[in-house]
């Protein structure tokens, strides 16, 4: 019979009370176990906030109104000219990937090009936390003016161009 595998137990400790209950937690889990567990404590990597993501979305929209370019591509070149930028110095492993890509240029234009756009489309801001989606946001924003869109920022997502 095979033991049947527990999820592990996250805690974000924003308070006294969260924190002793976090403590509780581990007591318990050691007294109940014969295994060692492992306790990891890191700061905390919180992905884009809901607002950031309206906000793009938003402006994407707006965006591709004022330009005629169609939403799909639009996304595509804002990953392309930022995203990809934001991950690569932010991503040793995905940073070594797109240089093995870079590498393929010169050998095959064809498959360069055809794998690049595949990159492009698989890139996606669900993995930027909020700091890196800050930034894609600002990149955006200073892109669009310098093509004299202005994008709309209404004062309840305002909050969400900063990243603290």
């Known amino acids: 019979m095979t033991k049947q595998k527990t999820k592990p137990l996250y805690f974000r400790l924003t308070s006294d009370e969260v924190r002793d209950n976090c403590v509780k937690a581990m007591y318990l889990a050691h007294q109940d176990s014969d295994e060692v567990l492992e306790v990891v404590i890191q700061p905390e990597n919180r992905k884009r906030s809901l607002a950031q993501n309206r906000l793009y979305h938003m402006w994407v929209s707006h965006f ?28 040793s492993q995905f940073a070594e990937m797109c240089d093995s890509i870079k590498q393929l240029e010169k050998l095959d234009l064809a498959k360069y090009e055809s794998i690049s756009k595949q990159v ?17 946001l600002n990149q955006i924003n200073r892109f669009a003016y310098s093509q004299n869109i202005m994008l709309p920022i209404p004062d309840d997502l305002a909050f969400a161009l900063n990243s603290d």
């Open 120 to 136: 492009i489309k698989m890139t996606s801001t669900t993995k930027a936390n909020t700091e890196q989606m800050t930034e894609y």
């Open 64 to 91: 591709s109104q004022q330009t005629g370019i169609s939403i799909d591509d639009t996304y595509l070149d804002f990953k392309r000219r930022f995203l990809l930028r934001i991950y690569y110095t932010a991503d």
